[in-house]
């Protein structure tokens, strides 16, 4: 008989390179403390349910707790031939209890045990991660409310599109973390489902109580189907996949912050504290922190695709494949914390050069539209408006100068609608507040939208400080 604790039907010992190339305790072992938890709410169960004496289970969770202590003050050893952490935390429970530690597993799989593990975990990371967006979604609102006044162009194509509030551009960027957020709030309600009890796949012979094993760990809801219970990873797919998106927008602030922070734009200055030097040109400060936000959003959009194609095609119940998860969820998890928590740091520092922005305002004929909706008001269709502004356009291009310092007579050579009221309506100010639909850039909306934030970020803050 081989000496694992699944060893009964061998007859020989593991092969030391299988042994080697299939332990994952480098990866799983940071799932000690839900295992432990996990095994703690099993034991309470089987005794309650009296599968177990109440005092082999006080013996069995007096051991669990030992052994977190042990991992936690680094004295615990990791070997490759105990295969994963549940394996390891039986196998000392076995040396610290005795021959009650093989009560344990009764009416459990490692099937159900690692399921439940990682979604305890994942609870827990989400909600860590939910903390994070909150600080940086008020960073946003904050900056926002203290640049109100700051002007700046907007672009399409990266082209010069219409004058905006700086404080509007930060806002956007405030809808799409909310956003994100609000996906991952959403993914905890299929996340925080109980899988064990689930067993190997077909559900257990013993009388126990689900429900019960549910209200010690928090869980919201028991898993309805054991097979679907221990082979279905989608709740981390959809994680994967609300952090992916989350680091897409990261990746967009991203390259606006690089392009923004180069002499060709100086829009703003990234700290000192957050950047770095070149070793060969002493002049050079580099934009490290969004550069390299924005390349590790590569990595995560890989860990999606990693779990996505590990999942495809899988034959129900459990398969081996399936230990494959780890890697990519800790690494895309802990990748999105370090962002999140850096752009938090940094974004507050930042000096926004309102002058430069105002500036890049003054040319580029932002102002076309305006013309045209000028016209269209006075009765022309649009279409013909949008002509007439654009032969208005290509005669100061000619001239070099800007339609708001052609003269009345040059203008109403395009259209005789045309008077001397105009010039108000063709700077950017005049641009910006007249935005006011719900969802413009007038001052009077963005500063609704702020008031909109902070209630939002009151009531998400809820969320965060339950248990
Ligand atoms: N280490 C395994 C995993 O992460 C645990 C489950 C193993 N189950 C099994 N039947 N071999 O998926």
């Not at 760990?217 to 679907?228: A, R, T, W």
């Amino acid at each position: 008989m081989s000496e694992k604790l699944w060893g009964g039907r061998f007859s020989e010992n593991t092969d030391a390179a299988v042994e080697a190339f299939s332990s994952s305790i480098d990866i799983d072992k940071r799932l000690y403390h839900h295992d432990v938890e996990g095994s703690i709410a099993h034991c309470r169960m089987l005794a309650k349910c009296e599968i177990i004496g109440q005092d082999e289970a006080e013996t069995l969770i007096r051991g669990l707790e030992q052994i977190r202590v042990e991992i936690e003050s680094g004295g615990f050893a990791f070997l490759d031939r105990l295969e994963d952490i549940h394996m390891h935390i039986e196998h000392r429970l076995a040396e610290i209890v005795g021959s009650t530690a093989r009560k344990l597993h009764t009416g459990r799989s490692r099937n159900d045990q690692v399921a439940t593990d990682i979604r305890l975990w994942l609870r827990d990371m989400t909600r860590q991660l939910l903390g994070g967006l909150h600080h940086f979604r008020k960073a946003l609102v904050d900056m926002a409310e203290s640049h109100i006044g700051v002007i700046m162009p907007g672009y399409t194509h990266l082209q010069r599109a219409q004058p905006i509030l700086f404080s509007h551009y930060l806002m956007a960027y405030y809808e799409m973390f909310t956003r994100d957020a609000h996906r991952f709030e959403d993914g905890l309600k299929r996340i925080n489902i109980l899988p064990l009890g689930s067993a190997a796949l077909a559900g257990t012979t013993y009388p126990i109580d689900r429900d019960y094993v549910a209200d010690l760990l928090g869980f919201i809801g028991v898993s309805g189907n054991s097979i679907d219970a221990v082979s279905d990873r989608d709740f981390i797919i959809e994680f994967l996949g609300a952090a992916s998106i989350c680091m897409m927008h990261f990746s967009r602030l991203s390259e606006e912050l690089v392009l923004w922070s180069s002499s060709e734009f100086g829009f703003v200055v990234i700290p000192d504290a957050f950047s770095t030097g070149s070793s060969i040109m002493p002049q050079k400060k580099n934009p490290d922190v969004p550069e390299l936000v924005r390349g590790k959003t590569g990595r995560v959009f890989g860990s999606l695709v990693a779990v996505l194609t590990t999942m495809k095609s899988l034959p129900l119940a459990y398969n081996r494949d399936m230990q494959e998860d780890k890697v990519p969820l800790f690494d895309a998890a802990d990748t999105l914390c370090a962002c999140v928590d850096i752009y938090t740091r940094m974004f507050p520092a930042l000096k926004i050069n309102a002058p430069v922005m105002e500036g890049a305002v003054q040319t580029g004929y932002m102002n076309a539209t305006d013309l045209a909706d000028y016209l269209a008001a006075k009765g022309m269709p649009f279409r013909e408006a949008h002509g007439c502004a654009g032969e208005a356009v290509r005669y100061a291009m000619e001239k070099n100068t800007e339609l708001h310092e052609l003269d009345i007579d040059e203008l109403r050579s395009f259209s005789d609608l045309i008077q001397e009221d105009i010039f108000n309506l063709l700077t950017p100010r005049a641009m910006i507040e007249r935005r006011c639909c719900f969802g413009g850039t007038s001052t009077g909306n963005v500063l609704e939208a702020i008031k909109r934030a902070h209630e939002q970020l009151a009531e998400d803050a809820l969320i965060l400080i339950e248990p």
